[in-house]
Protein backbone atom coordinates (compact mmCIF):
# COMPACT_ATOMS: atom_id res chain seq x y z
CA UNK A 1 0.00 0.00 0.00
CA UNK A 2 1.33 3.47 -1.06
CA UNK A 3 1.58 6.09 1.16
CA UNK A 4 0.71 10.12 0.00
CA UNK A 5 3.83 12.49 0.00
CA UNK A 6 3.68 14.02 3.47
CA UNK A 7 2.83 17.37 3.81
CA UNK A 8 6.22 18.51 4.54
CA UNK A 9 7.24 16.99 1.73
CA UNK A 10 4.84 19.26 -0.57
CA UNK A 11 5.53 22.10 0.85
CA UNK A 12 9.67 21.56 0.45
CA UNK A 13 11.85 24.73 -1.40
CA UNK A 14 10.42 24.03 -5.35
CA UNK A 15 12.28 25.30 -8.01
CA UNK A 16 13.97 28.04 -5.03
CA UNK A 17 11.21 29.21 -3.85
CA UNK A 18 10.56 30.11 -0.01
CA UNK A 19 7.22 30.96 -0.86
CA UNK A 20 4.02 28.13 0.18
CA UNK A 21 1.70 28.39 -2.98
CA UNK A 22 -2.00 29.17 -1.22
CA UNK A 23 -3.75 26.36 -3.64
CA UNK A 24 -1.24 24.03 -3.22
CA UNK A 25 -1.88 24.45 0.55
CA UNK A 26 -5.25 23.83 0.32
CA UNK A 27 -5.17 21.06 -1.74
CA UNK A 28 -2.62 19.50 0.72
CA UNK A 29 -4.85 19.91 3.69
CA UNK A 30 -7.89 18.79 1.32
CA UNK A 31 -5.78 15.58 0.46
CA UNK A 32 -5.13 15.13 3.84
CA UNK A 33 -8.88 15.38 5.17
CA UNK A 34 -9.79 12.85 1.89
CA UNK A 35 -7.04 10.51 3.40
CA UNK A 36 -7.60 10.27 6.90
CA UNK A 37 -11.73 9.89 5.44
CA UNK A 38 -10.51 6.74 3.58
CA UNK A 39 -8.50 5.41 6.14
CA UNK A 40 -11.12 5.87 8.41
CA UNK A 41 -13.45 3.76 6.56
CA UNK A 42 -11.26 1.09 5.72
CA UNK A 43 -10.74 0.55 9.30
CA UNK A 44 -14.70 0.72 9.85
CA UNK A 45 -14.90 -2.15 6.63
CA UNK A 46 -12.45 -4.41 8.58
CA UNK A 47 -14.01 -4.16 12.08
CA UNK A 48 -17.52 -4.14 10.22
CA UNK A 49 -16.35 -7.80 8.51
CA UNK A 50 -14.29 -9.20 11.54
CA UNK A 51 -17.88 -8.21 13.68
CA UNK A 52 -19.81 -9.93 10.82
CA UNK A 53 -17.41 -13.26 10.79
CA UNK A 54 -18.17 -13.17 14.61
CA UNK A 55 -22.15 -12.86 14.01
CA UNK A 56 -21.87 -15.96 11.93
CA UNK A 57 -20.13 -17.95 14.45
CA UNK A 58 -22.41 -16.93 16.86
CA UNK A 59 -25.12 -18.19 15.05
CA UNK A 60 -23.72 -21.62 14.14
CA UNK A 61 -22.42 -22.42 17.40
CA UNK A 62 -26.31 -21.57 18.70
CA UNK A 63 -28.15 -23.11 15.74
CA UNK A 64 -25.69 -26.37 16.51
CA UNK A 65 -26.38 -26.41 20.53
CA UNK A 66 -29.97 -26.44 19.75
CA UNK A 67 -30.08 -29.40 17.57
CA UNK A 68 -28.37 -31.01 20.00
CA UNK A 69 -30.64 -30.20 22.58
CA UNK A 70 -33.42 -31.23 20.56
CA UNK A 71 -31.95 -34.61 19.06
CA UNK A 72 -31.21 -35.38 22.93
CA UNK A 73 -34.88 -34.71 24.17
CA UNK A 74 -35.82 -36.31 21.49
CA UNK A 75 -34.09 -39.74 21.66
CA UNK A 76 -35.00 -39.79 25.72
CA UNK A 77 -31.64 -38.71 26.64
CA UNK A 78 -32.59 -35.40 28.70
CA UNK A 79 -36.46 -35.49 30.51
CA UNK A 80 -38.10 -32.75 31.22
CA UNK A 81 -41.04 -33.73 33.00
CA UNK A 82 -39.93 -32.51 36.44
CA UNK A 83 -38.89 -29.28 34.90
CA UNK A 84 -41.79 -27.81 33.03
CA UNK A 85 -40.76 -24.66 33.65
CA UNK A 86 -37.21 -24.91 31.25
CA UNK A 87 -38.75 -25.70 28.07
CA UNK A 88 -40.61 -22.29 28.51
CA UNK A 89 -37.65 -20.58 29.62
CA UNK A 90 -35.51 -21.35 26.62
CA UNK A 91 -37.54 -20.34 24.67
CA UNK A 92 -37.47 -16.66 25.67
CA UNK A 93 -33.82 -17.27 26.07
CA UNK A 94 -33.50 -17.55 22.13
CA UNK A 95 -35.96 -15.00 21.30
CA UNK A 96 -34.12 -12.34 23.33
CA UNK A 97 -31.05 -13.70 21.78
CA UNK A 98 -32.36 -13.21 18.33
CA UNK A 99 -33.94 -9.65 19.21
CA UNK A 100 -30.33 -9.36 20.51
CA UNK A 101 -28.51 -9.79 17.81
CA UNK A 102 -30.79 -7.59 15.28
CA UNK A 103 -29.86 -4.71 17.75
CA UNK A 104 -26.40 -5.69 17.37
CA UNK A 105 -26.39 -6.08 13.58
CA UNK A 106 -28.61 -2.61 12.68
CA UNK A 107 -27.20 -0.22 15.25
CA UNK A 108 -23.08 -1.56 14.69
CA UNK A 109 -22.87 -2.86 11.10
CA UNK A 110 -25.34 -0.20 9.58
CA UNK A 111 -24.98 2.80 11.31
CA UNK A 112 -26.41 4.77 8.58
CA UNK A 113 -29.66 2.77 8.34
CA UNK A 114 -30.30 3.00 12.15
CA UNK A 115 -29.75 6.99 12.35
CA UNK A 116 -32.21 7.24 9.53
CA UNK A 117 -34.73 4.59 10.85
CA UNK A 118 -34.39 7.26 14.65
CA UNK A 119 -34.62 10.24 12.10
CA UNK A 120 -37.58 8.92 10.66
CA UNK A 121 -39.50 8.07 13.80
CA UNK A 122 -38.52 11.36 15.60
CA UNK A 123 -40.23 13.00 12.68
CA UNK A 124 -43.52 11.11 12.68
Not at 42 to 56: E, G, N, P, Y
Request: charged share 20%; with cysteine; aromatic share 10%.
Amino acid sequence: MSSAPSTSALKADIGGQDEVDPDLKSDVCAADRERIELDGRKAFFRLRQQWSCAVIAWISCFLIFHIALTVAIGLGGLDFLQYQWLIPLITVENFLQIVGMGYVVVRFLYPGKALALARIRRTS
